[in-house]
């Protein structure tokens, strides 16, 4: 299976926590790289945090400082932490995987091949 599934999202109070999981083939998880990308609605899909396959990690600044982006070579899965969640943080969250091997983590959405179904976190104020 190529194609990540997600997991973990929901509906949390401004200042909330959740944590959002991915699960990818182990081929996959080994040798790309991978990241989160949200859409709201009326909104284009944006970077959220990403994580290289040799475990380099970028962020974009809106979510800097209050995210964590991390992997369990084990589990073949990545998290997002999400802390200090404001309502603009309201969203469909997706998991993608870089369009080749050993890629660096880019901004743009259109050079990731594999996108998940997306997961929503929703935060009231």
């Known amino acids: 299976q190529v194609q990540p599934v997600e997991s973990g999202g929901g509906l949390v109070q401004a200042g909330g926590s959740l944590k959002l999981s991915c699960a990818a083939s182990?081929?996959?998880?080994?040798?790309?790289?991978m990241a989160w990308f949200r859409q709201a609605p009326g909104k284009e899909r944006d970077f959220v945090a990403g994580i290289a396959w040799n475990g380099a990690t970028l962020y974009a600044e809106v979510v800097k400082g209050r995210s964590t982006i991390s992997k369990d070579n084990a589990k073949s899965a990545v998290y997002l932490q999400m802390n200090s969640l404001k309502p603009e943080d309201t969203a469909v969250y997706y998991c993608a995987v870089k369009d080749s091997a050993f890629g660096n983590i880019e901004y743009s959405p259109a050079t990731y091949k594999y996108w998940g179904q997306g997961t929503q976190v929703t935060v009231s104020s």
């Open positions: 182990e081929r996959i998880f080994s040798f790309y790289s």
